[in-house]
């Protein structure tokens, strides 16, 4: 049935006005009208274009310009999510302080009941999990650990992590009981074909949610690099190789490529390569050392949802349009 102008401006008008001033559904309006949801959809499109209706935002709490850096970052590199923090003057263990209490209120906004979740290991991630509420409602998690552990300090025991989470909530903790690094390939490759390591890389690919520390870019000639068990030799073969960070031992280089090290095959970790193919990857980390580690991990498709500061992201984007 065609409408004649004068009464489909008659439409419209009363649709915007039980719309906005009477805050009917548009379900309700389509009824109060006598057309289809579909007509309504169309009459409010129109009347929107016809400039009939226009929306202000009012940023009460000056928030806008870091909304649009998470958009154009979320754009660039097709991430799910994103979050900045503002950490304007502070230090890096403030940076690291503040990402993860805002990692931990993200993670508090998307866990549930029966969820089978994926732990590396890192300060960040540490921190993450020490500001999560108990909350005993949310029962039967799975928490799986995705590397073996590093002797150097709890942040780098991916064990102690996955049993400080699941006493968060109600579950159970499936963890590879054995070191991050191995002295020979045989060893390693020996490892991962245990039954109870091989399986829990297995459900990695079935997981809800992944939550991932991005570790920061070495440097030549250092004495350490973090918590890893590394000497100056380890070191510099990164170095030589490119590696500007790594997900939970495997490095890669400022384009995403995994770096070819001695160390490949001496990991007992995921292979990050699988990320790409996870459901919902949380990566966490920011401040200078981790500007390139962060591009790096964005251009290999490793990080569904972000969550770093604000000065770390600009860097990032400057990363992005330098290269282009």
């Known amino acids: 049935m065609s409408i004649s102008q004068e009464h489909r401006y008659y439409l419209k008008l009363k649709a915007l006005y039980y719309l906005y001033e009477e805050g009917y559904t548009q379900t309700e309006i389509a009824k109060m009208l006598n057309v289809s949801r579909v007509t309504l959809g169309r009459l409010l499109e129109e009347a929107k274009a016809e400039g009939m209706i226009k929306f202000e935002i009012i940023d009460i709490r000056g928030k806008m310009k870091t909304l649009k850096l998470e958009e154009k970052l979320r754009k660039k590199f097709g991430l799910q999510d994103i979050k900045l923090v503002d950490c304007s003057n502070t230090d890096e263990d403030g940076i690291t302080a503040r990402i993860a209490s805002e990692a931990a209120a993200y993670f508090e906004q998307i866990v549930q009941s029966n969820m089978k979740i994926g732990l590396t290991w890192g300060r960040t991630l540490n921190q993450m999990i020490e500001n999560l509420s108990t909350n005993k409602s949310i029962q039967n998690i ?183």
């Open 142 to 324: 799975l928490v799986c650990t995705l590397v073996g552990g590093s002797a150097q300090s709890a942040d780098f025991q991916p064990n102690i992590l996955a049993q400080q989470l699941v006493k968060k909530y109600d579950g159970n903790a499936h963890i590879i009981t054995a070191p991050f690094m191995c002295q020979s390939e045989s060893v390693c490759a020996a490892m991962k074909q245990e039954p109870d390591i091989a399986s829990i890389i297995k459900a990695s690919h079935e997981l809800d949610a992944t939550l991932v520390g991005i570790g920061e870019e070495p440097e030549k000639d250092a004495v350490r690099l973090s918590d890893y068990p590394f000497d100056t030799t380890v070191i510099n073969e990164l170095v030589n190789a490119h590696a500007v960070g790594d997900i939970c031992g495997n490095f890669f280089d400022i384009n995403g490529n995994t770096c070819d090290t001695t160390l490949n095959n001496r990991i007992v970790s995921i292979d990050i390569k699988d990320l790409p193919n996870h459901k919902c990857v949380i990566g966490m980390g920011g401040g200078r050392k981790k500007e390139r580690s962060i591009f790096g991990a964005l251009n290999g498709n490793y990080l569904d949802v972000l969550i770093t500061d604000i000065r770390t992201a600009e860097a990032v984007l400057k990363l992005a349009e330098d290269k282009e």
